[in-house]
Structures are given as structure tokens and as C-alpha cells.
């Protein structure tokens, strides 16, 4: 078990947003945070830090008036720091590979193999086939409906019929080297820990699993650690003084 640094970037500004308020329609969402570092700033703080496998979010959609600087800010952030951090939003076959070469470790994908719903598994060969399974991760991010946690897309606003089961985990392990799940009702929101998703997610042994969502205190990383055994990884964000919020980076970093 161990914490994983974030940049999120939203209207060309390394951001913390509460997830389920992210819109595309005029790139509206509900603000934590807006930091006047740039992403590269952050990448390098935790290059110096020796913080692995983080990841970059790209919280706009191609066709936002601010996705080029949201974008320009990804690619200066994995150059800060080559292979330290993983990449995520718009992610397809077609521009994974230019990713990996710009610097990232991993791409992490959502909604080009969640399409209709559904998963695409054509889509899932495809890109495995240009960067292969060991730079994949799969964002499993989900919401609570009917009292289970089914899979949501496009920045979090569409809800797929797949369920977050040990069943589809095993399924996707095939194609993939990590899964990072938000919890994206308690993201940003520093309410507490989705408790029954991580619980799900803890029974899972084959690959890397890194949660988000909802951790806000020392006490609470002691509890995630309890209800996952240890097994699962972590990301803080808005609860990190780093984004404006109470939690010690340093003391974090520590732990």
C-alpha cells in the first residue's frame, strides 16, 4: 500500500473538483481548488519525491474551447517527469502510443472501452495492440445506484451497466497492468471513504488496484489500510494542503 500523487487538469489549470459535478456543457464544475502552479510544477515535486506512479487527468473534452492548454499542460507535466506518472482523458488507440513516447508510464483509459454501456472488447484488443497490456490501466471510476457501483464514463457522466465485481476485475486483468477506481460520489468531497467499494475491491489479488476518493485524514489512510488489508493504493486530493485543503503532503508522504 502506498499514496499516489495526482494532477488534475481542468480549463488549462492543475484543479480539484467535486467529481460529480464535473459538466462539459459550457466546461462547468464545482471548484475545490485552483492552484496558480502550473502541472509541470507538481510533476517536479514529486519527481524530487521519488513518488511513483501518479497520474495526470485531463478533465476536458477534445471538443472544449480549453482542451488544447489543458492538453499542452499534460504533455509539459509527463515531460517534467519521464515514466514517474500515467495519463488519462481521451485515451484511444490512436494516441496511446504518442503518449508512452511523451513520457508517461501507463495510459489509463475509460470511455474508449466503455462505449454504449457496454465494454468494447474490439476497442480493448486494439489498445493493447499499440501499446501493449503493460501500459494499460483501466479507470473503473463508479457511482452508487440501486445500491451497487456501476461504472461511469465520459468524465463521469454517464453511467454504464457494468457492476464492479471481482468477476468483471478478473475478466479485465487480461488487458490491462492496473485498474485505478474513484469513488466519484465522496470525490473532492473529504465526506469519508466509499467503505463497501473498497471492501469489494480488497478481495481482488491479481493486479494493482489504486483508489480514490473521499480520504481526508491520517485516521482515515489507517482505516483504508484496515479495510483493504493493505493491498489497495491510495490517491488524496482535495483534503492535501498541496490543493488547499488540511492533510500534510509531507506527513502523507511519509506514511
Known sequence: MKFRPCIDIHNGKVKQLVGGSLKDEGNQAKENFVSGKSAAEFANLYKEDKLTGGHIIIL????SEYFDETKRQAIEALKAYPGGMQIGGG??????????ETGAS??????????????????LKKLVDAVGKE?????????????EYYIVTDRWQKFTEEKVSIELLNKLSEYCDEFLIHGVDVEGTGSGME??????????DKLKITYAGGIASLDNIEKFKELCHGKID????????????HLSYEKVKKM
Open 91 to 100: 485515451v484511444n488507440d490512436k494516441n496511446a502510443a504518442q503518449w508512452i
Open 234 to 245: 491510495y490517491t488524496i486530493g482535495s483534503a492535501l494542503d498541496l490543493f488547499g485543503g
Open 195 to 204: 467503505k463497501e467499494l473498497i471492501e469489494i475491491l480488497s478481495d481482488f
Open 60 to 63: 476536458n473534452s477534445v471538443d
Open 135 to 147: 501500459h494499460i490501466v483501466l479507470d473503473l471510476s463508479c457511482r452508487k445506484k440501486q445500491g
Open 106 to 123: 501507463h495510459v489509463i483509459v475509460t470511455s474508449f472501452v466503455f462505449k454504449d454501456g457496454k465494454i468494447n472488447y474490439e476497442n
